[in-house]
């Protein structure tokens, strides 16, 4: 059993959705990022655009403590959106403390993308900033995937998920 799978993927993408289908079959504790990151900070989320990156990355790696040495699914990103809708990449030094041992990258139609957001939150990205963005959490997750030895599951939104089931089993 993989101890933390980090679910990695853009804001409307599915991946709360992917790892409540995960935690269904295999019971694994989830938990997203913002939320860890409100719980132990005073961080106040009003939009998918942030403007404490670091102060909030710092607040997530205390609050994950309290999981480790359990099996946890942990949904974030690689990337986030800045004041200015530009594409802020995480420091590859946050993953080295959130240990991930299997990196699970989920995709969508940006169309789709564009879509759920709007559903869900009222608002939304340009398509262009919503695609420019999965381009680069897709390539920041396998690179650092790559680069410290861990694996990386591609996985579409809405697919089956027995596949990653029994890749994290």
């Known amino acids: 059993m993989n101890k933390l799978v980090f679910i990695s993927g853009v804001h409307g993408v599915g991946k709360s959705t992917l ?3 995960i935690n269904d079959a295999l019971y694994i504790k989830v938990k997203s990022c913002s939320d860890i990151i409100k719980d132990n900070s005073v ?6 655009v942030v403007d404490k990156a670091e102060a909030n990355q710092n607040a997530l790696i205390f609050g994950l403590t309290e999981f480790r040495n359990n099996p946890l699914l942990l ?5 986030l959106i800045g004041q200015n809708e530009e594409i802020i990449e ?7 403390q959130i240990s ?4 699970i990258n989920i995709t969508a139609s940006a169309k789709v993308i564009y879509r759920r957001m709007m ?9 262009s900033l919503i695609d420019d963005l999965q381009i680069q959490e897709t390539k920041n997750s396998h690179e650092f995937g790559k680069l410290r030895g861990i694996p990386v599951v591609n996985y579409e939104s809405g697919s089956d998920v027995s ?3 029994n890749i994290i089993k």
Do not use: A, M, Q
């Open 19 to 21: 790892c409540g289908k």
């Open 90 to 96: 995480l420091d590859f030094k946050i993953f080295d």
């Open 100 to 103: 991930p041992t299997l990196i």
């Open 163 to 165: 596949k990653l089931v």
């Open 119 to 127: 559903e869900r939150d009222g608002s939304t990205f340009p398509l």
């Open 75 to 79: 949904d974030g990103h690689f990337c």
């Open 43 to 48: 961080y106040i989320e009003n939009s998918k």
